[in-house]
């Protein structure tokens, strides 16, 4: 199928809305929209960031999934109580793959699953005594541990337990740094007012431990690489190019990463944040308070890479500029070879991609490396400066769809008929029932990692063994399939 | 009231920022920008009206001021 014309992708809009009575139609238009590169704002063009309507299928989570899962979470050497119920914590444990390194139950605590198992007693009488209970046993069982966090889920707000004066006693009586959040899952419309949630605690009871203290040696060359989640060594593929061009990474926040770090972080000289959406707040706050500029940056595929080491390197001097330039031409002969050898079988492979809340605009230009082409995208939980951001990277033309519903998802895809399909765990098996090649872009679909010029090897084979998988020729039956052949894919070259 | 965020854009203008609302914008035009004077009616990129309590002294960018909303 040929790229769609703006009245073609307007009518599909209006014939998806159709189903709809009045009330939802007039509100989910609100959500959907035609790219225009030529706006600068989008709010001329798409709604985010609003409470979804009861009875669709949304496929946002919560604000606890917004911190613990999120921020929080990968933070290795501390232990993150799921305060509440035991469902909320043991359904996603270990369920986002941020790889650490470290001896489980010892020195670092990520796939392991904490909780103060809830009972209908502790909701009637309060569940302040098993938590400091909980400390204690925590304390006794994991001396290691560096920390630990509070994270609430619901009844937690609803029975209005004072969380915050259990931290205050324990962390008195053990010296340790304990953080209450708020996180509870009714707050706000999707996960991202739990990373806001998150990124406040981290401000308020962790970033500041260490003002005053000197006794960490700095360079000129520190940074901080904020807002990536080592999904599948995703961080450990980013920092070693950083540190390959010169600079020293003093802080991963918070794949891999450490409360120790995060507490040096304020010493740094540059924030770099990949993951926007979910930690620009601490970057805002750090540079009020401490002065830290702080830049977005993008790993990737190698023209955003090359982009972004370049643009890191401009706030440096000669040396890591000349450090940037020898990194690009290090890789050159590389993630060329990778190109040469997916191109020709991923050129004009059409791609809709529907995710969290950075992925949507970072990825595309990886896939345009690889010659394909994005013909929707949107964001589950992303807010206007997201889209501000989507637009110029975005055909004219293309689709965007803010929050949306399964519903409208599935007609999309049988509308616009894309190659692939990337999305997340709940999306993957209805579209791959309707035979459409799908990857899970939020896991890596166990695969990974994808950022850097290692990365970009494996984001290409994984297009490649999905998009050209011999399977998707075998959906129809053989005594219901035509005589005509479909040609044959192109051989590796 | 809200809290309004200021900080510098890599090209030197001012970026106007309101967490709770969503809201980063460039600042368009400011009433009072002098060394001895800082402050008054701010108007934004999108048209919006905003207003700082006049200073004596330009404040320290990045820093986060209350600002009230004007009407149209």
Redo the contacts between chains.
């Keep these: 199928m040929a790229a769609m014309t703006r009245e073609e992708t307007e009518a599909l809009i209006q014939e998806v809305l159709e189903v709809y009575p009045e009330k939802a139609k007039a509100d989910r238009a609100k959500h959907l929209a035609i790219n225009d590169q030529s706006l600068e ?1 989008s ?1 001329k063009c798409i709604t985010s ?1 609003r409470k979804s309507l009861p009875g669709v299928m949304t496929i946002r989570g919560c604000a606890y999934a917004g911190s613990k899962g999120v921020v929080w979470g990968p933070i290795k050497d501390m232990i993150h109580i799921s305060h509440g119920p035991v469902g909320c914590g043991q359904y996603s444990r270990a369920g986002r793959r941020n790889y650490y390194v470290g001896t489980t139950g010892v020195n670092t605590f990520g796939t392991m699953n904490f909780t103060s198992d809830f009972t209908e007693k502790d909701i009637v009488f309060g569940g302040d005594k098993k938590l400091a209970k909980c400390i204690d046993e925590i304390e006794t069982l994991f001396p290691l541990n560096k920390g630990i966090s509070i994270q609430s889920e619901c009844p937690i707000g609803l029975i209005g337990d004072d969380i915050e004066a259990v931290s205050k006693v324990k962390n008195k009586e053990y010296n340790k740094t304990i953080v209450p959040v708020r996180c509870e899952g009714f707050r706000g419309v999707s996960q991202s007012l739990g990373h ?1 949630i998150a990124n406040d605690a981290i401000r308020d009871w962790v970033l500041e431990n260490r003002d005053g203290d000197e006794s960490f040696p700095t360079t000129p060359y520190d940074v901080a690489v904020i807002g990536d989640y080592n999904i599948g060594g995703d961080a450990w593929a980013s920092r070693t190019l950083l540190e390959e061009m010169g600079l020293r990474v003093v802080a991963q926040w918070s794949g891999d990463g450490t409360i120790a770090e995060i507490e040096k972080t304020p010493k740094v000289k540059l924030n770099l944040i990949h993951c926007y959406r979910s930690m620009n ?1 601490i970057a ?1 706050h750090m ?2 308070k401490y ?1 830290i500029p702080w830049i977005e940056y993008n790993f990737f595929g190698p023209t955003k890479i090359a982009e972004s080491l370049r643009r890191i390197a401009s706030h440096f001097d000669d040396s890591i500029k000349e450090g940037a330039e020898r990194v690009i031409a290090r890789y050159e002969s590389e993630y060329n070879a990778v190109i040469a050898k997916y191109k020709p079988r991923l050129e004009g492979k059409r791609v809709m991609l529907y995710i969290g809340g950075l992925r949507p605009r970072h990825v595309i230009g990886a896939y345009e490396d690889l010659g394909m082409e994005v013909v929707g995208t949107g964001y589950e939980f992303g ?3 997201d889209y ?1 951001r989507t637009i110029k990277e975005m055909g004219n033309a293309t689709l965007l769809y803010d929050d949306v519903t399964g519903y409208e998802f599935e007609e999309f895809v049988k509308r616009v008929q894309p190659d692939l399909v990337g999305s997340g765990i709940k999306e993957k098996y209805i579209f791959q029932k309707m035979g459409v090649p799908f990857r899970q872009m939020h896991s890596w679909d166990y695969s990974g990692p994808y950022h850097g010029y290692d990365g970009f090897a494996i984001f290409a084979r994984d297009m490649d063994m999905t998009i050209n998988n011999p399977c998707w020729k075998s959906f129809k039956a053989p005594w219901k399939t035509e005589a005509t052949e479909s040609e044959p894919v192109k051989a590796v070259a | 009231m809200p809290s309004v ?1 200021l ?1 510098k854009r890599e090209d030197g203008k001012l970026l106007f ?1 309101i ?1 709770k609302k ?3 914008e460039t600042i368009e035009s400011l009433e009072f920008d002098t060394p001895d004077r800082w402050g008054g009616e701010v108007v934004l ?2 048209g919006s009206k905003y207003y700082f309590e006049p200073m004596d002294t330009p404040p320290k960018i ?3 001021l209350q600002a009230k909303r004007l009407s149209e």
Aim: no cysteine; aromatic share 8%.
């Design positions: 704002k709010n960031n806001h707040y805002r540079e009020e002065n807010h206007n400066d501000d | 965020m900080r920022y967490a969503d809201l980063e990129g999108d990045p820093m986060t």
